[in-house]
């Protein structure tokens, strides 16, 4: 594999759960796919609805998500929100990323400000 194939792969890798992470955060209310796409992109994470719909039928599959139809614009709408199960687990997903985000940022290279926890300032 050369490097930029692996340099991609990485990438990919290191967005899908960031993607899963920020689709969480998102879902306190509900929101239909598109909607929560032009959210993503306007945060700056911008995910194509070919890979953010499989997401969300997986969160809801998982229990994650609880989704429902509506019905009263004139174009039915799949709305997802987070559920009591999702919300637990986002807080120990959140936890997890600031503990990791610390531990990076004590990496060499990777911030100028190595070894301070960014939650400080």
């Known amino acids: 594999m050369g490097r930029e194939t692996a340099e991609v ?8 759960g ?11 209310e509900p929101k239909y796919g598109y909607s ?13 609805t070919n890979t953010l ?15 429902t139809w509506e019905l009263h614009d004139s174009k039915p709408r799949k709305y ?9 687990m986002r807080e ?7 503990e990791l985000s610390v531990s990076m940022n004590k990496m060499p290279g990777v911030s100028d400000t190595a070894g301070q926890n960014p939650l400080d300032k």
């Not at 929560?36 to 194509?48: M, S």
């Not at 120990?92 to 600031?98: C, D, F, V």
């Open 9 to 16: 792969s990485y990438r990919m890798e290191m967005r899908r």
């Open 18 to 28: 960031t993607i899963v992470l920020a689709v969480m955060c998102l879902l306190d």
């Open 36 to 48: 929560l796409a032009d959210e993503l992109a306007k945060k700056g994470l911008p995910v194509d």
């Open 53 to 67: 719909y499989p997401l969300l039928r997986r969160l809801s599959s998982q229990g994650i998500l609880a989704d």
């Open 80 to 88: 997802y929100v987070l559920t009591e199960e999702g919300k637990i």
């Open 92 to 98: 120990e997903l959140i936890r997890q990323w600031r």
